[in-house]
């Protein structure tokens, strides 16, 4: 059974007395009885603690997000305004009714202190100095000259720097009361004393909203590997399983170690790749102590390229799932050319057999890239037609659960090599990771020439499958075809607007950056089984920032990559055979 949760309640509560302060500030007027306080208390001090007021609402409502999210520095936040604005609301109007508000809120919360104890990031003098130093000199003289200058251009008499410190004590914090001698009522003057009030505010904002940020993340010690590798050949069954091993990914262990979450941190969230990786009864518990993990630290975190197997899972545990796309999956001993479902593939490869076109296969552990006797020949081509592959795309090559062409990398996947014997030139190429515990593997890069011949790239996936099928691997992915849902019943893909609004939507607002529609049909010649694929996460409200690390994985350049110039490509290098050809 679950314990009520009473976090949404208390932010929600704390969020209407931040309203409330903001009015009565804002709207409230001087009732009967002030008039007779007006008399103990000097009219500055009544002032003061408006502004302070108004102050309180604008940080209780900030703070409320965080009280929602368990932050314990948004509750002691809360707990000090809360505090503040008894005394302020008493001195502002007599409001006793506010205060009393207020100060069953300061009891609510300290009954339920235990329910937050999420981490903030941590704020360190050393690391905070230089730009607070800064911050606080920029407005300062902003102020400070500011309404010297102003007095100096403006005003009725000689400009006073007593006086300007005092205008801006009080146009930052209200403090004391108006001394500046310049007429308010000119447009200039009116408009930068109100622009101090708003800098200073801007600033103490600013600095709530830095202490209620997200922990920070600490990577994980790169000696682990060795055990997600062997995790991963005994379970790792995503076809995007095999990124769980990069360099910039992080792991998530259960208590006894035999099961990991791998996950890439980027924009505080932690993106998971695939699924769980361990033996199905580990499972629940590693699920419940990665939520904790990332509760605890104000993470949200998502998982991406989820299967559809491990669903009732996360569904227990109130978690939602946003279909994303599907996986073809060619099964090796059911392919075959044969059939009208593959003629246009089979048309394609016959042509480029009859042309001499044939697919060398370096696979990891049976015939090494390295040890090939015309290994720098082969380099130089793969890295050339990499380099002028990318050099038509915008915003570069892409990076979470996809590779990057790395020629120190290519002895650990299947690399397929397209070339014709006679002239010796190399026409493409495609690199598959492995899917080990599903005994396959997964479509990676794919780059060719761009005056290959037509249909080299299904020669390359054909004769890679053919292959696979005589070392007895059994699947093939051609990896993930997102934004694409087919129908179980007819096979047909169902992207009509009528069926799905949002993903017709993003189709014709992403092509620019991304062909989903036309790589879908490419896939789709190859008669595969699709495999459905989601977006698995927690909390609907983490959507956008969920949305937004996607994207920044995806794209290491940053949005801005897709509007640069490409880089100039290098010189090619003259190959001898070629060349006599």
Known sequence: MRRFNARPLLALAVAAMGIVDLLSALLSHVPERVRALRHLVPTDVLD??????????????????????GKRRAFVTALFLCALSVPVNLLKAFDVEEASTATALMFLLGLNAQAFSVKSRGLSWRAMRGPAVAVVLAIGVYAFGGC???????????????????????????????VLAVARSQHVVRWYLGSISVMGLTLLIGLVAAMLKPARHLGQHRADAQRVRELLRWHGDSTVAAFALED?????????????????????????????????????????GFERFCREHDWAFA???????????????????????EDPVLWT?????????????????????RLGY??????????????????????????????????????????????????ARLDEVWLSVAWNPGTGRVEGFCTWTPVWARHGWALDLMRRRSDAPTGIMELLVTRSVEAARAEGD???????????????????????????????????????????????????KFAPVFEDRYLVFADPLALPRIALALVRAQTPGGLLSFVRRPPELPAPRSDPRTAAA
């Not at 259960?254 to 890439?264: E, K």
């Not at 699924?275 to 199905?280: L, S």
């Not at 015939?367 to 020949?377: C, K, L, Q, V």
């Open 474 to 524: 059994t699947m093939m992915s051609l990896s993930l075809s997102a934004l694409v849902r087919v129908d179980a019943t007819t096979g047909e893909p169902d992207g009509t607007p009528g069926s799905d609004p949002a993903r017709a939507f993003l189709i014709e607002r992403l092509s620019r950056f991304y062909d989903f529609q036309g790589l879908f049909r490419w896939k789709r």
């Open 303 to 325: 998982f991406y390229q989820a299967r559809p197997e491990r669903l009732a899972q996360y569904r227990s545990r109130g978690w939602r799932a946003v279909h994303i796309g």
């Open 248 to 288: 910039d990914v992080d792991w998530f262990f259960s208590s006894n170690g035999r099961a990991v979450i791998a996950y890439r941190y980027e924009s505080d969230v932690l993106l998971v790749i695939g699924d769980p990786i361990g033996p199905p009864e580990e499972i629940p518990s590693l699920l419940e």
């Open 148 to 178: 010297w200058l102003l007095e100096w251009m403006y005003g009725t008499r000689e400009a006073s720097l007593a006086r300007a410190a005092q205008e801006a004590l009080y146009q930052l914090f209200g403090v004391g009361e108006p």
């Open 48 to 69: 003061t603690s408006r502004t302070f007021t108004l102050l309180a609402g604008a940080l209780l409502l900030l703070t409320a997000n965080g009280l929602r999210r």
């Open 358 to 407: 044939e697919v060398r296969h370096f696979v990891p552990g049976r015939t090494a890239f390295s040890e090939a006797p015309d290994h720098a020949r082969l380099l130089d081509a793969l890295r050339a037609i990499s380099a002028a592959w990318l050099h038509g795309r915008e915003g570069g090559e892409m990076s979470f659960c996809m590779g990057r062409f790395d020629p």
């Open 333 to 353: 001993d059911r392919f075959t050319l044969e059939g009208a479902a593959t003629g246009t593939l089979r048309r394609a490869v016959r042509r480029l057999e």
